[in-house]
């Protein structure tokens, strides 16, 4: 059984400001994995996740609003599918309050040839839209790790790794060899869609990236900012960001120079979350031969970012990061795994810098990748985490809220 731990029962220097741990009960079924939350208006989260459906899966949505679930709806339904630990869907909720959702299916035979798709709802999240392929190139080829952020207030915005350069996809295995050669890269990309449905704009931003690293996006004061892993001809897979600023997307530049030389794809991606102007940017590294989990903030909305630090290191650091914001600071949220698989929390000030000592907020029975990557959500109400365990042998949901 997982243990939910509160910050009460650690050490009294174990955090700066004591935080209540409590069980937060979810509304998926069984056999259910790949969990992702968005923010809802009024303090209310979005919940999406994967289920088996017969032969294919299905793509199922809950909200959380008024410390009641809503009904449990389905996005979609399809045996065509690509359901892989690391490359979850996601939902996003615009301004205006329409609902929009991702996931991957297949465009050919090929293991890793398949396409992002969305879905919009305008009802809450009752009925939703037919599939609307993002990538039109018409490659059998990967399309993957997107994330979504509202662009306007019914506008959605979507940045994806597209492999639309990396040739047929029956030869490129982009988990493990990784025997591109040059020209040959996965590249990010980002796009527009309007209110109904349309896409309205679309831009190249990177000519080579990390494979199988997802992206993450946030909007500050001075617009929406983009984090990757960057792939350069030596091999080096250190962290980028490119911001949208003025009209234009400026050329993407390094967080931190970790300098890690990676000749194959870590499939371990870094996250990001602002509020205002602050900006905090999180990843995994094993630069130095040494797992470890770093961190870095910019106090001007990703203009420059202070010196990055260390926040954990050792053997047991799995990484697999999140990262939420509010105005008081921001929570981070890691993996480790020795013993036991367990999952970790740190609060963080402006500066960056840790407030007391970090937080195990869970022990898992799952080791290894069929925990995928826990998620979480800032609101008015709490911090929210959601994550798979497997029990069994089977995959299952779990969640906690943080007050």
């Known amino acids: ?19 209540a741990i409590e069980p937060w009960p979810l509304p998926a079924g069984t056999a259910a994995a790949q969990p992702s939350l968005s923010h809802g208006a009024n303090g209310a989260v979005n919940l999406s996740w994967i289920e088996r459906s017969g032969n294919g899966h299905r793509l199922k949505f809950a909200r959380f609003a008024n410390a009641r679930w809503s009904a449990t709806r389905t996005i979609a339904e399809g045996d ?19 609902l929009w959702a991702h996931n991957l299916v297949k465009s050919a035979k090929g293991t890793y040839a398949y396409d992002v798709v969305l879905y919009r ?17 018409g490659t059998p080829t990967e399309h993957g790790f997107a994330a979504l ?5 019914n506008e959605l915005a979507i940045a994806w790794l597209d492999g639309r350069n990396t040739g047929a996809a029956q030869s490129h295995d982009a988990h493990a060899g990784h025997g591109d050669t040059a020209g040959n890269m996965m590249t990010l990309r980002a796009a527009v869609y309007d209110g109904k449905g349309r896409k309205t704009a679309e831009w190249p931003l990177d000519a080579s990236t990390c494979d199988c690293c997802q992206t993450d996006a946030a909007v500050t004061a001075k617009g929406p900012v983009i984090i990757y892993r960057d792939r350069d001809p030596q091999e080096i897979r250190d962290i980028y960001v490119t911001r949208h600023v003025d009209g234009r997307w400026q050329t ?12 194959a794809c870590p499939v ?13 940017a999180a990843w995994y590294t094993g630069s130095g031969n040494t797992p470890k989990i770093r961190l870095a903030y910019s106090g001007n909305s990703g203009g420059a970012f202070l010196p990055a630090r260390t926040i954990r290191t050792g053997p047991a650091v799995l990484g697999r990061v999140d990262l939420a914001a509010d105005a008081g600071g921001a929570w981070l949220l890691w993996s480790e795994e020795s013993a ?30 069929g925990t995928g990557f826990a998620r979480m959500q800032q609101t008015a109400h709490g911090l929210y985490v959601v994550w798979t365990d497997v029990i069994d042998g089977k995959p299952v949901l779990r969640g906690a809220r943080v007050k």
Do not use: C, E, Y
Not at 149 to 153: D, I, R, T
Not at 252 to 263: C, E, F, G, R
Not at 362 to 369: D, N, P, S, V
């Open 1 to 19: 059984m997982i243990r939910f731990l509160a910050a009460l029962l650690l050490p009294l220097s174990a955090v700066a400001t004591p935080a």
């Open 340 to 369: 036991a698989q367990t999952l970790w929390l740190n609060r963080l000030a402006r500066s960056a810098s840790p407030v007391g000592n970090p937080i195990l907020l869970a022990t898992l029975k799952g080791r290894g990748r």
């Open 149 to 153: 952020w509202p662009w306007s207030k």
């Open 80 to 98: 065509n599918w690509f359901v892989n630990w690391a490359d979850f869907p996601s939902t996003t909720q615009l301004p205006d309050g329409t």
């Open 252 to 263: 993407p530049k390094p967080v931190a120079a970790d300098q890690w030389l990676m000749p």
């Open 121 to 137: 709802s305008t009802d809450g999240g009752i009925t939703w839209s037919a599939p609307i392929r993002v990538n039109d190139d």
């Open 268 to 280: 371990n991606g870094p996250a990001i979350a602002a509020h205002g102007s602050s900006l905090w």
